[in-house]
C-alpha cells in the first residue's frame, strides 16, 4: 500500500526560521492587497469583487421584462439561517429564502388592493405558488422547497388573490432548469461505443476479474448509461482484504467507561461480519464492529496503547478531540504510520463535551471503510448541558458498496471513485442493515448522531407521530434548540437531537433524498429505510411532553460565543480558501459527460448517480485542491502560521467553476470554529465545530479560535478527495 500521500507533509521544524520569516512575510504582504477592501458578506447576486464569494450563476436568478415592461430585477436565493449549512425539506427537495431586488416597476391596475406578487412554479407551470407581495426596491420572501423552477412577478389589481390575474412584469428561471436530456448523447453512443460482448462483460457482476483484478461495480437502478462509460475501468491494480474464513466474528460494539488516569488497550485487526445474510472479511477494533464506545468524563486524560494487528500501516486520528498534537494521528505530520505489528502510545485529553469519534488516518477510503471507526462521548461537567430524556441512543452512520462477488474493490496505490467519491448501496446504522428500537408511546429519546461514510450526506428523518429537534454539533450545544423536519449531516459531522415518539406503531428512520438523473437531466426521489423504531402502546413515565416542547436557550455557549459573534459578523475574512479540483487524463467520455453535466450543480450531491464513470476515476487524474486565494500556494504547499489566542475569519468559497463541483466537508483537526454567514448571509445560532459541510458554489466564512499550539491537518473528510490531496496544515505556535 502506497503512503506517498502523507509523506507529502514537512514538519515546521525542517524549516529553518529564515525560511519560515519570509514565508510569513510573502503570506501577509499577499494578504494585505485584497484584505481590507474584501467585501464582508457577500451575496450572490452583490457585484463582483476581487474576493470569491457564493456563486453568482447557481444562487442569483436574473429576472427579465415581459412584454411591454423595463422593469429588472434579481431573486436572490438565499441560505435560511438554521443547525445546517444545506437546506432541503424532509424529502430531500432543495428549500430557499428568496430575496427579489426590483427596479422600474410600471405603474400598477386599478383594483381593491393593487400591488406586485412574486409566483413560483415548477417547469410544468402548475402548482402555482404565491410567494408574497414585492416592491421597488428590495423584499425578502419564502422559503419554499422545489428543486428547478420558474420565476414570475406580476402587477396584480388584488394582492390578496390566491391565483394569478395580473399582467406579468418579470420572469426568471432557476439554474437547475438547465438540465435537460443532452441531444449530443447519441453521439457518444455511437462515436465512442464498445462492442456489446466487451459492454456486457464489463458489468455483469459475475464475471471473472480482468488482469488488474476487476469485475465490475453496480449500476444504479433504473438509470441509463452510456456502453462507453460501463466499458470504463480503474487504470491501475484492484485491491481486496483476502478472504479469512477462519477470522474471529465481530462482536457488536461494547461501551468502555473510563476514569481520569485509566489506560484502554486497543487493536486493530481482520473480523469476519455478516451483513444481510452475506459474510465478509472486514476490519475492527478490539474484535467489534463498530469500534468500542468510550465514554469519559470531561477534563479527563487517558492513555491509548494502540497495537496495528492490520496487515496494512495504520494510525488512530481522534476526531474533534483538542489535544497535544503528537497525538493526533496523522502520518508524517504528527507521528510515523504505525506497522503491522507495531504500536503506538497516545495520551488524550478531553476539555470539549459532547459526541467525538475516532478513525485511521492512513488509506481511510480502505480502512474506515472496512469498519474502524468507533465514538468517543464525553460527559459534560456541567449538570444541565442537556435536557430530561427517557434515554439516549449512539447512531453511527455509513454505508458500504457491495457487489455480486462481495465488496467492491479498492485501489491497491490510489483511490478510486475520486470524482464523487465512494458512495455505498449497502446503508448503515451501527454496524447493521437494519437497526431497531422499541420505544414507549411518549417517550423522548436523545440520539447522538455521527456520520462516519466516505462520502455521503445524509438527510435522515422519521415517519409520522415523531417530532425531532436539533439541540448540538460536533463540539457542544446550538445556543438555541430548534425544530427540524430532518437532520442534514455530511461525512465526519455529529449533530445531537432529540425525538418525541407521539403515536405507537413503527416509526420509519429514513435517508430521504433528491437524486440526479445526469443522463436524462431530472431529479428523482432517493429513499432508504434505515430504521424502524416500534412505539408500543405503553406510556412513557414520566411525560416529558412540556419539557420537550420547549426550545431551551444554552447560556453557557451564548455566554462563549454571542460576543465572539457580534465583534466579527459583518467583517471581512482575513484567509480565503479556494477550493477547486485539476482533471488530468481523464478518458473522453468521462471528460465530455462533466463538461455537459457542469451545466449545473446540485448544492449537494446526495446519491452516486454516476457510478462507473466516478468508480473509473482515480486520485492522480482528480487532483482535489485547496487554494490560498492570497498566494496561490495549494494543499501542502500552503503556510498559514497563526499565535495561539488568534480568533480568525476565514472564508472557505466552492467554487462553482470547478468541473464536477460538489460538497466538501471541510475539517480541521485539533481547533473548534463558530460559522459566522453562509452566502453573505449571518448565522444566528451557533455551535462549536470542527467539520463543516461546504454546499457546491457555496460561500461559508468562520471564525476559527487558534487554541491549540501545534501543526494540524485541514481538509475534505469525503476520503477520496482527501486520497487525492485535498489537505494542508495550519500551524498554530505558542503566544
Request: glycine content about 8%; charged content about 20%.
Amino acid at each position: 500500500m502506497s503512503l506517498k500521500r502523507h509523506e507529502r507533509y514537512i514538519s515546521v521544524d525542517h524549516f529553518s526560521d529564515t525560511s519560515r520569516a519570509a514565508a510569513l512575510a510573502v503570506t501577509l504582504a499577499a494578504a494585505s492587497v485584497f484584505l481590507p477592501t474584501a467585501l464582508a458578506a457577500q451575496r450572490p447576486c452583490d457585484p463582483v469583487s476581487a474576493v470569491p464569494s457564493a456563486s453568482h450563476d447557481l444562487y442569483c436568478i436574473h429576472l427579465f421584462p415581459a412584454a411591454g415592461s423595463s422593469a429588472t430585477g434579481t431573486a436572490e436565493l438565499d441560505w435560511i439561517p438554521g443547525p445546517f449549512t444545506v437546506n432541503v425539506a424532509k424529502d430531500g427537495t432543495n428549500r430557499w429564502a428568496v430575496r427579489f431586488s426590483l427596479h422600474d416597476l410600471p405603474p400598477l391596475p386599478p383594483g381593491p388592493a393593487p400591488g406586485y406578487v412574486a409566483w413560483v412554479m415548477p417547469q410544468s407551470l402548475t402548482p402555482m405558488r404565491r410567494l408574497g407581495t414585492v416592491h421597488e426596491g428590495t423584499t425578502a420572501l419564502g422559503p419554499f422547497a422545489l428543486q428547478s423552477f420558474l420565476v414570475h412577478v406580476s402587477a396584480e389589481p388584488d394582492t390578496t388573490a390566491a391565483t394569478r390575474q395580473g399582467r406579468l412584469v418579470l420572469r426568471g428561471e432557476s439554474a437547475a432548469t438547465r438540465l435537460r436530456p443532452a441531444d449530443n448523447y447519441e453521439f457518444f453512443l455511437g462515436g465512442i461505443g464498445v462492442p456489446r460482448e466487451q459492454d456486457e462483460h464489463a458489468h455483469h457482476m459475475g464475471a471473472a476479474p480482468d488482469s488488474l483484478g476487476w469485475t465490475g461495480i453496480p449500476m444504479y437502478p433504473g438509470l441509463d448509461m452510456l456502453p462507453s462509460e460501463m466499458a470504463l475501468r480503474p487504470p491501475m491494480a484492484a485491491w481486496s482484504l483476502p478472504e479469512r474464513p477462519n477470522a474471529p466474528a465481530a462482536r457488536p460494539r461494547e461501551v468502555v467507561t473510563l476514569a481520569d488516569g485509566d489506560t484502554l488497550d486497543l487493536t486493530a485487526g481482520v473480523v469476519r461480519r455478516t451483513l444481510a445474510g452475506r459474510s465478509y472479511t472486514m476490519f475492527g477494533f478490539n474484535g467489534q464492529y463498530p469500534g468500542p464506545m468510550l465514554r469519559v468524563p470531561q477534563g479527563a486524560q487517558v492513555i491509548v496503547r494502540f497495537h496495528n494487528a492490520l496487515p496494512l500501516p495504520s494510525t488512530v486520528h481522534w476526531h474533534g478531540l483538542r489535544l497535544d498534537a503528537r497525538f493526533d494521528g496523522v502520518p508524517g505530520l504528527s507521528q510515523p504510520a504505525v506497522e503491522p505489528g507495531e504500536s503506538f502510545t497516545y495520551q488524550l485529553v478531553f476539555p470539549d463535551g459532547g459526541i467525538f469519534w475516532y478513525h485511521p488516518h492512513v488509506r481511510e477510503d480502505i480502512q474506515q471503510d472496512l469498519g474502524l471507526y468507533g465514538n468517543i462521548f464525553v460527559q459534560p461537567s456541567l449538570p444541565d448541558a442537556w435536557g430530561p430524556v427517557h434515554r439516549e441512543e449512539f447512531l453511527i452512520l455509513d454505508d458500504l458498496l457491495v457487489g455480486e462477488d462481495g465488496l467492491v474493490p479498492w485501489g491497491r496505490d490510489e483511490p478510486t471513485h475520486a470524482a464523487m467519491g465512494r458512495f455505498g448501496n449497502l446503508l448503515l446504522v451501527n454496524g447493521e442493515p437494519d437497526w431497531r428500537l422499541q420505544v414507549r408511546q411518549g417517550e423522548v429519546v436523545r440520539l447522538f448522531l455521527t456520520n462516519v461514510s466516505n462520502t455521503r450526506t445524509f438527510n435522515l428523518s422519521f415517519g409520522a407521530g415523531a417530532r425531532l429537534k436539533v439541540v448540538g454539533s460536533d463540539l457542544g450545544n446550538f445556543v438555541r434548540e430548534s425544530w427540524a423536519e430532518s437532520v442534514v449531516i455530511g461525512p465526519a459531522e455529529r449533530y445531537v437531537v432529540e425525538v418525541r415518539f407521539e403515536e405507537p406503531g413503527p416509526v420509519a428512520m429514513l435517508n430521504a433524498v433528491q437524486g440526479q438523473d445526469h443522463m436524462n437531466g431530472r431529479f428523482f426521489p432517493v429513499v432508504d429505510t434505515l430504521g424502524v423504531v416500534t412505539v408500543t402502546a405503553a406510556r412513557a413515565q414520566p411525560d416529558l411532553a412540556q419539557s420537550f416542547n420547549a426550545l431551551r436557550t444554552d447560556r453557557f455557549v451564548a455566554n462563549e460565543t454571542t460576543a465572539l459573534l457580534r465583534g466579527n459578523q459583518g467583517l471581512p475574512p482575513e484567509r480565503v480558501l479556494e477550493l477547486r479540483a485539476k482533471w488530468v487524463g481523464l478518458p473522453f467520455v468521462t471528460e465530455r459527460l462533466m463538461r455537459v453535466d457542469s451545466l449545473y450543480h446540485n448544492p449537494v450531491e446526495w446519491a452516486g448517480t454516476m457510478p462507473g464513470m466516478n468508480w473509473a476515476t482515480i486520485g492522480p487524474q482528480a487532483q482535489w485542491t485547496l487554494r490560498d486565494h492570497a498566494t496561490g500556494r495549494e494543499n501542502h504547499e500552503i503556510d498559514w502560521r497563526f499565535r495561539k489566542g488568534d480568533l480568525v475569519r476565514i472564508r472557505l468559497v466552492n467554487i462553482r467553476e470547478t468541473l464536477h463541483a460538489m460538497q466538501h466537508p471541510i475539517h480541521l483537526h485539533g481547533q473548534r470554529f463558530l460559522i459566522l454567514a453562509v452566502n453573505g448571509v449571518a448565522a444566528d445560532d451557533p455551535a462549536w465545530k470542527d467539520t463543516v459541510l461546504v454546499p457546491a458554489g457555496a460561500a461559508v466564512d468562520l471564525l476559527v479560535e487558534m487554541s491549540n499550539p501545534g501543526p494540524w491537518m485541514l481538509h475534505c473528510h469525503i476520503a477520496e478527495h482527501l486520497q487525492s490531496g485535498m489537505m494542508m496544515t495550519v500551524n498554530v505556535e505558542e503566544s
